[in-house]
């Protein structure tokens, strides 16, 4: 019922900047949180960093200071600017959106998560 685009990803030198943005579409009440994952290679995913309607931000402890997530609620979408991109950042990453569902005539609303399919960074030099 929601659909998530991810765009943004690519080759990028050390030192560098990317902009990830993803853009949330479909039935749905609200949007509540809008994050970003990341999962490299042999790795588990792990929280980049999140924001709230509200817009408070929460980060990684590795990207703090280099990442900054940004949101716009009247267009359901979320941005990711990374700066001083490391070799370490390299792996995909994954939007992330907990959202309340459309109430129906005999159906409630209710908390759901949807995932995007994942943009690959890859921070070489």
């Known amino acids: 019922q929601v659909q998530l685009v991810e765009s943004g990803g690519g080759l990028v030198q050390p030192g560098g900047s990317l902009r990830l943005s993803c853009a949330a579409s479909g039935t749905f009440f609200s949007i509540n949180d809008m994050g970003w994952y990341r999962q490299a290679p042999g790795t588990e995913r792990e929280l980049v960093a999140v924001i709230s309607r509200g817009g408070i931000t929460n980060y990684a402890d590795s990207v703090k200071g280099r990442f900054t997530i940004s949101r716009d609620t009247a267009k359901n979408t979320v941005s990711l600017q990374m700066n001083s991109l490391k070799p370490e950042d390299t792996a995909v990453y994954y939007c992330?959106?907990?959202?309340?569902?459309?109430?129906?005539?005999?159906?409630?609303?209710?908390?759901?998560?949807?995932w995007g399919q994942g943009t690959l960074v890859t921070v070489s030099s």
């Open positions: 992330n959106v907990k959202y309340t569902t459309a109430r129906g005539a005999y159906v409630p609303s209710y908390l759901a998560v949807v």
